[in-house]
């Protein structure tokens, strides 16, 4: 009984062992590839295949799904000979598990160091500055560049991102320090447009016064000249209307007398008014005649005690 035991389970056990070796389910995300008796024989896709046991084996697995592949830092120069450490993101995905089994060792160690030789040598076409405005220019030549050269592994390189580019410390500090000069010169510059702005303002300010000064004067003048005219013309107009009443009031009977009577008094209002406002005296004309003739009397008066005083 002991006997018929041990035999059942070695039965079993070689049994499971030829299932073993004889079924294979490949998942949805792999590629395998067999080989029979050591010869490249097919590529099994996803599903559930049969093999010949000791025969038949899976030489290689592959995945199908895009793989993300961490470059590590790397140091390298730039045109403008400054040292700086890149570090980056390669993606990659097997296109041909053929290629990939017997056409490279490793694809993933190949590719990583395909990747560092790359970045290095574009780096070096580059200056310091345009490697960081240029990143995606740079991406897009590495994964160029990777892809052709990988062609034969049977991969394919979707995309390369640069995650950091950092310069040595030195080349940090001279940065900040350029950094620095040039926020002060903007500031400077900032600074001098801000008064070049409000001298303009100012002066265009101090103009736009002058000019409304000058404009109002100029208004004043032409307001006043107007008023004047518009008085002379009416004075005129209104001396005009008088002398006609007047005239007309002349030809009526009477009114001769009447404007002769209206000059008298008009002469008398005068005549007051200079009595009132001068320091001399004004006679009539009359006592002025009188008074010449008395002064006649004494100069010839004068002349005959000059000419008696001579004789004697």
Request: some cysteine; charged content about 25%; proline content about 3%.
């Amino acid at each position: 009984m002991e006997q018929f035991t041990g035999f059942f389970t070695i039965l079993m056990l070689i049994v499971a062992l030829v299932a073993y070796n004889l079924i294979l389910i490949v998942p949805m995300r792999e590629l395998c590839v067999i080989e029979r008796l050591g010869k490249f024989r097919s590529i099994l896709e996803p599903g559930l295949h049969f093999l010949i046991p000791f025969v038949d084996r899976v030489a290689y697995r592959h995945e199908t799904r895009e793989l993300c592949i961490n470059i590590p830092h790397q140091s390298c120069i730039s045109r403008d000979n400054i040292q700086i450490d890149v570090d980056a993101l390669l993606y990659i995905k097997v296109m041909d598990a053929y290629k990939a089994s017997y056409g490279i060792e490793d694809y993933l160690i190949a590719a990583i160091n395909l990747a560092q030789t790359t970045v290095r040598s574009e780096v070096g076409k580059l200056r310091l500055s345009q490697t960081f405005s240029e990143r995606d220019a740079l991406n897009e030549t590495i994964v160029r560049e990777i892809d052709n050269a990988s062609e034969p592994w049977g991969i394919k390189v979707m995309r390369y991102e640069v995650m950091n580019i950092t310069p040595s410390s030195n080349v940090i500090d001279v940065l900040e320090k350029q950094m620095e000069a040039e926020r002060q010169k903007r500031a400077e510059i900032t600074l001098a447009n801000a008064e070049r702005d409000s001298t303009i303002n100012l002066s265009e300010g101090e103009r736009q016064e002058a000019i409304n000064l000058s404009e109002g004067e100029r208004q004043k003048r032409i307001n006043e000249a107007n008023g004047r005219a518009q008085e002379i013309s009416i004075l005129a107009t209104a001396t005009a209307n008088g002398m006609t009443a007047i005239a007309r009031a002349i030809k009526q009977p009477g009114g001769y007398q009447a404007m002769n009577v209206r000059l008298v008094e008009s002469y008398i209002d005068q005549v007051d008014s200079l009595y009132a406002r001068s320091d001399v005296s004004i006679v009539p004309s009359e006592l002025a005649n009188i008074e010449g003739m008395f002064e006649g009397f004494d100069r010839v008066a004068t002349t005959i005690n000059r000419t008696n005083r001579k004789g004697s």
